[in-house]
């Protein structure tokens, strides 16, 4: 299968400092809309997992109330590092430690898969739990350690 036969999926995990409708978390929940539509508008971007509410803050992950999954499909990590390192999601990023704590296990993965694959959450988990137990390989790695696709 060649490259264009693979889409890259992340996930990214974060575990709030306060419930979603407080005053502390008001400037992230009001960009997510905005930020949204940037990943939507975003080349290279593909698909991205949301609710009935748009998003996937209501989105179930290790079943932890507490905790909130970010998951999209882009069509590589070109594509990707370009969307998080611009606009709005950078001065999210930039924000990031007033709303959600600092965790010292792996929080963000990202693997390939076939073209038109949505993933669900319980892969997300998965393959987060392969990064946090293997560390970084072609079923499951970071931007800072990526495989090709087709790897795995």
Partial sequence: MTESAYELAQANIAR???????????DFVEALDPVNADADAAD???????????????VAV?????????????RDSNALTAFMYQGQHRELL???RDWFERVAEAMSVMWWVPAGHRPTAAEA???VLH??????????????????????
């Fill in 62 to 74: 290790f079943g932890d109330e507490w905790l909130i999954l970010n998951m999209s499909t882009w």
């Fill in 16 to 26: 709030l400092k306060a419930p979603l409708d407080s005053p502390q978390l008001k």
């Fill in 94 to 96: 930039a924000r990031r």
């Fill in 44 to 58: 290279g971007f593909v698909w991205r997992l949301q609710s009935d509410s748009g998003n996937a803050t209501d």
């Fill in 131 to 152: 990064l946090r137990e293997h560390g970084p390989t072609a079923y499951a790695f970071t931007l800072r350690n990526s495989y090709p696709a087709g790897g795995a």
């Fill in 125 to 127: 988990e998965e393959r």
